[in-house]
């Protein structure tokens, strides 16, 4: 691969790598029901590091993707591979705290997604 091509598809992966996020900031992460209150991502995002027990811990994601990226541009690409990985893991770790999410106490339904 020559060097005008790395180049191109590096700057193509960073945008749209940006554009995703981007996009998910605006979009409902959850929403509860009998309230009709529903959260955004920037919510999540900005407010997220409020609280780093149960769920709250695959937040960790949001500041390793962007250390990622930041890896991926400097051209250092196996610690991005590396740290890239590990945010996909923290923000998997949200679903073994899927039971946080049912308020069996309140009555209230809530939908992820």
Do not use: H
């Amino acid at each position: 691969m020559n060097i005008k091509s790395w180049t191109f598809n590096k700057t193509v992966a960073l945008l749209l790598s940006v554009a995703l996020f981007v996009v998910s900031l605006f979009t409902v992460l959850y929403s509860v029901d009998k309230e009709n209150v529903s959260f955004r991502g920037y919510e999540a995002f900005l407010l997220g590091w409020m609280d780093l027990s149960g769920s709250g811990i695959a937040w960790i994601a949001n500041p390793l993707s962007v250390v990622a990226l930041f890896l991926f541009a400097i051209n250092r690409l196996k610690a991005a591979y590396i740290v890239g990985i590990i945010a996909v893991l923290f923000a998997l770790g949200f679903i073994i705290y899927e039971k946080n999410f049912s308020t069996e106490n309140m009555g209230d339904q809530i939908t992820v997604g």
